[in-house]
């Protein structure tokens, strides 16, 4: 026969959850279709597993046993169950054994075979194996299993060996964590969002940091895919809760650079605000053509020194020596609403053409309106000044400014099928402006496309651009997204341009 315990018990809050991104490139629209992508991952990050689903139901059975109600302030009260349970009443000592479960009824599961401690001084120890689980209201949901384990669940302070888990969307692992009040420790651990045994790819890092706000700090890091080292830094710090890809190498093949691998390195300067960043990119066609960086971040407010060379979607490249951007956004307390603010200024070089360039664009959108019958719209404008001061004998001076907007109407038909048709009016074009980098040669675009999934690892995606004033369709895009289990590979036929491209990224799900 069981017996209960019910007694006061805190536990750790063990690692923050970050929200997964996929982000495809795409020159009509079709970049539309990763919004419907990311939701589906968010809502099957949402959805409780069966151990989580009982948790809630045996803390509901719980609270209906306790002799009285919850104070807010005193100890989260727990209840203790196990096949053989002895406490001592003067001493505060209790062993547990056969199937012990210690539930704390603000969403904590901790269970062994056999664990004993001290409810005077809240110590617990486990010299097997425990499962914690973690469901609480403004926490990670985390789930792990460790050995010879030590908690203080008054000081929050214990560590665990040799453990493995999941915490929010990562799966974790490592020789041995320590738990702080304010952060975790990790030895010899690595993490990944790629569910496989053996996973297609890891960070392992000699020691780990992760902290309430969302921060995790690694140390002598290395990056593997499989089981091959394919890169390493000394240190790295990154937000969980930034739209992130993976830290690897992206690698890839266009018409433009022939086959490319590039990486951005980070290093944080001063503080956790200042960081300088190594943008590395390597192709057959140009050889390196790399960038620096130098960020401060607060919050919304974001500071950039450039150097050296940046491409577009259609590969042509710039080079900026030096260049300054000031980006600022912010969304509105009360409105479904954001608004920007960016500047740049620079020196913008090509092989044939120099200037001192300068961009200013106040910008404004519309959170995704969601209709009926499974349409979602989205809604944006802005205002934009591009001036140009040539460095040639001359000194001409070029000025376009003007606003922008764009209207996109989404459908999810099924769990298979989705278009969007959309207008968007840009007033800078490759015909008004100094360079072509990064615009069209019209500004009155139509776009509209169509995504089928075809299987479980198979999507295929169809975009079409069209200059509305002439009449012409000026872009045909084809692709084919092939699901490698923790990865994909994207080949892309641009019809009208008669260009083939391939890349193979890892996803974030």
């Not at 919304?300 to 080079?319: E, H, P, Q, V």
């Given at each position: 026969?069981?017996?209960?315990?019910?007694?006061?018990?805190?536990?750790?809050?063990l690692?923050?959850r970050?929200?997964?991104?996929y982000?495809?490139?795409?020159?009509?629209g079709?970049e539309?279709?990763d919004?419907?992508?990311?939701?589906?991952?968010?809502k099957?990050?949402?959805?409780?597993?069966?151990e989580?689903?009982?948790?809630q139901?045996?803390i509901?059975e719980?609270?209906?046993?306790?002799p009285?109600?919850?104070?807010?302030?005193?100890?989260?009260?727990?209840?203790f169950?196990?096949?053989?349970?002895?406490?001592?009443?003067?001493?505060?000592e209790?062993?547990?054994?056969?199937?012990?479960?210690?539930?704390?009824?603000?969403?904590?599961?901790?269970?062994?075979?056999?664990?004993?401690?001290?409810?005077?001084?809240q110590d617990?120890?486990?010299?097997?194996?425990?499962?914690?689980?973690?469901f609480?209201?403004?926490?990670?949901?985390v789930s792990l299993?460790?050995?010879?384990?030590v908690?203080?669940?008054g000081?929050?302070?214990?560590?665990?060996?040799?453990?493995?888990?999941?915490?929010?969307?990562?799966y974790?692992?490592?020789r041995?964590?320590?738990?702080?009040p304010?952060?975790?420790?990790a030895?010899?651990a690595?993490?990944?969002?790629?569910?496989?045994?053996?996973?297609?790819y890891?960070v392992?890092?000699?020691?780990?940091?992760?902290y309430?706000?969302?921060?995790?700090?690694m140390?002598?890091i290395?990056?593997?895919?499989?089981?091959?080292?394919v890169?390493?830094?000394?240190?790295?710090?990154?937000?969980?809760?930034n739209n992130?890809?993976?830290?690897?190498?992206?690698?890839?093949?266009n018409?433009?650079?022939?086959?490319y691998?590039?990486?951005?390195?980070e290093?944080?300067?001063?503080n956790?605000?200042?960081?300088?960043?190594?943008n590395a990119?390597?192709?057959?066609k140009?050889?390196v053509?790399?960038?620096?960086?130098?960020?401060?971040?607060?919050?919304?407010?974001?500071t950039?020194?450039?150097y050296?060379y940046y491409?577009?979607?259609?590969?042509?490249?710039?080079?900026?020596?030096?260049?300054?951007d000031?980006y600022?956004?912010?969304?509105?307390?009360?409105?479904p609403?954001?608004?920007?603010?960016?500047?740049?200024?620079?020196?913008?070089?090509?092989?044939?053409?120099?200037?001192?360039?300068?961009?200013?664009?106040?910008?404004?959108?519309?959170d995704?309106?969601?209709?009926?019958?499974?349409?979602?719209?989205?809604?944006?404008?802005s205002?934009?000044?591009?001036?140009?001061?040539?460095?040639?004998?001359?000194r001409?001076k070029?000025?376009?400014?003007?606003?922008?907007?764009?209207?996109?109407?989404?459908?999810?038909?099924?769990?298979?099928?989705?278009?969007?048709?959309g207008?968007?009016y840009t007033k800078n074009?490759s015909?008004?402006?100094?360079?072509?980098?990064?615009?069209?040669?019209y500004?009155?675009k139509?776009?509209?496309?169509?995504?089928y999934?075809?299987?479980?690892?198979?999507?295929i995606v169809?975009?079409?651009?069209?200059?509305?004033?002439?009449?012409?369709l000026?872009?045909?895009d084809y692709?084919?997204?092939?699901?490698l289990?923790?990865?994909?590979?994207?080949?892309?036929?641009?019809?009208?341009?008669?260009k083939?491209?391939?890349?193979?990224?890892?996803?974030p799900?």
């Amino acid at each position: 026969m069981k017996k209960i315990i019910i007694a006061a018990l805190c536990t750790v809050a063990l690692m923050p959850r970050a929200e997964a991104v996929y982000e495809s490139k795409s020159d009509t629209g079709t970049e539309i279709f990763d919004y419907i992508e990311n939701q589906r991952r968010e809502k099957r990050a949402a959805e409780l597993t069966d151990e989580q689903k009982k948790l809630q139901a045996d803390i509901e059975e719980a609270i209906e046993r306790l002799p009285r109600p919850i104070v807010e302030g005193e100890p989260i009260p727990a209840a203790f169950e196990g096949d053989d349970l002895t406490y001592n009443t003067l001493t505060g000592e209790f062993t547990a054994k056969g199937h012990v479960d210690i539930i704390q009824l603000d969403g904590h599961r901790f269970q062994s075979e056999f664990i004993t401690g001290n409810l005077n001084t809240q110590d617990i120890k486990v010299k097997g194996k425990a499962h914690v689980l973690q469901f609480a209201e403004n926490a990670p949901r985390v789930s792990l299993d460790g050995y010879n384990t030590v908690y203080n669940y008054g000081s929050k302070v214990g560590t665990m060996d040799n453990v493995k888990g999941k915490a929010g969307e990562y799966y974790i692992s490592g020789r041995r964590f320590e738990f702080y009040p304010d952060h975790i420790v990790a030895y010899d651990a690595y993490q990944t969002k790629c569910g496989a045994k053996d996973p297609d790819y890891r960070v392992s890092a000699e020691r780990m940091e992760i902290y309430p706000e969302q921060i995790i700090r690694m140390y002598d890091i290395k990056l593997w895919i499989g089981n091959v080292v394919v890169g390493s830094k000394k240190y790295t710090e990154r937000k969980l809760e930034n739209n992130e890809q993976p830290y690897f190498p992206s690698v890839g093949y266009n018409s433009a650079n022939g086959l490319y691998i590039e990486d951005t390195f980070e290093f944080p300067v001063i503080n956790n605000h200042f960081k300088y960043l190594i943008n590395a990119h390597i192709d057959t066609k140009n050889g390196v053509r790399s960038n620096t960086e130098f960020h401060y971040n607060n919050r919304n407010f974001i500071t950039r020194a450039l150097y050296g060379y940046y491409y577009d979607s259609d590969g042509r490249w710039i080079k900026k020596e030096p260049g300054l951007d000031l980006y600022y956004s912010k969304h509105f307390d009360n409105l479904p609403m954001s608004y920007s603010f960016e500047y740049e200024i620079g020196d913008w070089s090509t092989q044939n053409i120099a200037s001192t360039h300068q961009e200013f664009e106040a910008g404004l959108s519309h959170d995704p309106i969601n209709l009926p019958n499974k349409f979602t719209l989205f809604l944006n404008t802005s205002y934009k000044i591009t001036k140009d001061d040539e460095k040639s004998p001359n000194r001409s001076k070029q000025t376009v400014k003007g606003m922008n907007y764009g209207i996109k109407l989404f459908k999810e038909f099924n769990d298979k099928l989705a278009a969007y048709a959309g207008y968007d009016y840009t007033k800078n074009t490759s015909q008004n402006s100094l360079y072509e980098f990064d615009t069209d040669s019209y500004s009155n675009k139509f776009s509209t496309g169509v995504s089928y999934r075809l299987t479980e690892k198979d999507r295929i995606v169809a975009g079409f651009k069209f200059d509305t004033k002439r009449g012409t369709l000026e872009d045909a895009d084809y692709y084919w997204y092939r699901d490698l289990h923790c990865s994909t590979a994207i080949i892309r036929w641009r019809a009208k341009r008669d260009k083939i491209e391939a890349r193979w990224q890892f996803t974030p799900w």
